[in-house]
Nanobody
Framework: QMRLVESGGGLVQPGGSLRLSCATS????????INWFRQAPGKEREGVAC????????YYADSVEDRFTISRDNAKSAGYLQMNSLKPEDTAVYYC??????????????????WGQGTQVTVSS
């Protein structure tokens, strides 16, 4: 069983940056892909970014490509999402999730094995 805890959310002005962290425990992160999802009020959950468990393959949603960067530090059992040039439409609850041996061919919530509780990101002036 793996436990995930997100942190780093908050209120930021448009154009600003935030770095989300996902601390994991309970199982080795080495064999899991790291994924980030978000859900805004009244909208469906959206897969934002993925980093594979082995070869560094990444996947980004079109809406965040070139603005967000996903990374991981297996030694610290953590994943990260650097978010730059934030827009009001990025406002959402952000969740990290892991899937065993994930390859990031796509990001599908139903394929995730473990989820965090989410952290709120609000982009507003």
């Amino acid at each position: 069983q793996m436990r995930l805890v997100e942190s780093g959310g908050g209120l930021v002005q448009p154009g600003g940056s935030l770095r989300l962290s996902c601390a994991t425990s309970g199982s080795s992160l080495d064999y899991y892909a790291i994924n980030w999802f978000r859900q805004a009020p009244g909208k469906e959950r959206e897969g934002v970014a993925c980093l594979s468990h082995d070869d560094g393959r990444t996947y980004y949603a079109d809406s965040v490509e070139d603005r967000f960067t996903i990374s991981r530090d297996n030694a610290k059992s953590a994943g990260y999402l650097q978010m730059n040039s934030l827009k009001p439409e990025d406002t959402a609850v952000y969740y990290c999730a892991t899937d065993l041996f994930g390859t990031c061919a796509a990001i599908r919530g139903e394929e995730m094995d473990f989820w965090g509780q989410g952290t709120q990101v609000t982009v507003s002036s």
